[in-house]
């Protein structure tokens, strides 16, 4: 299904004006549930009421306000309109600057902008084309929904895509939560080195397709199984936190388990390491391993090979 575009407007940068369309670029699966009264199928609603008369409203009947000054001022949509005319309506690119020199912690959520006619898409791409080839982003700000986002506008593959940036003072201090204890415990030569080494081990390419939701797939799971009347089985526990006089042998067995996956050869293991950990994890639960949910990748893939053949070494599970 085509995404619904959820804003209209226009890319400014210079004297060039290119009439664009803002569509979400990622949308949310995670599975939406309603309210019940325990016990029983009666749903839980939620109203719009009048805290002083008891009235229920309609969504025409509520306006925007807060207290100022002492008292409630109110305002309406088009009020908050006409103190910012045009604002709304155009992504006006103030600067450039390298896409390198944003921090991630800055980034909020991603939009594709596509132009609104073919006429426009020599312009468009022109300036994909150039922000591509010189690692730019461009800095804009523009209103939506009532609130201005800072906004970097950057070239994707094939799109002009849009992220909105937090500003500076909604990214809190790091040193309100990290103590100066934090450069007391530094770790040793031969910690880092070992840490360094389970690192480089398990080292792979970015391919985000290997990576899928599991807990809304288990979810599914647990209303599919108590649909049937049958009691879902539960998952074991996280491992506790390594304690820091085990932290040594706890980067040891890491590097020994990372090496000793990465070295198996033969069709089942490069099958197995081709896999994601959410594959490993329920090729584990067909083979019936216990303490799965407590492994790293690296252990997974231990023992489901390990598991996977039988005396003659006679693949068991397929």
Known sequence: MPSRKIWTGSINFGLVTIPVGLYAATENHTIQFHQFERGTNDRVRYKRVNERTGKELGYDDIVKGREYGGAVVTVEPSELDEIAPGRSRTIDITAFVDLAEIDPVHFQKTYWLAPNSKEQFRPYNLLRAAMRETNQAGIATFVLRGKEYLTAVRADEGVLALNTLFFADEIRDPAEIISDSAEQAAPSDKELQ????????????????????TYTAKVEELLAEKAAGHQPETAEAPPSPTDVIDLTEALQRSVDQARGGRSRSGSDGEELTGMNKAELEDRAKKLGIRGRSKMNRAALEKAVAAASHGPRGRSKAS
């Open 194 to 213: 070992m840490a360094t080494t389970v690192i480089d081990s398990m080292s792979e390419s970015w391919e985000p397709d290997k990576y899928a939701d």
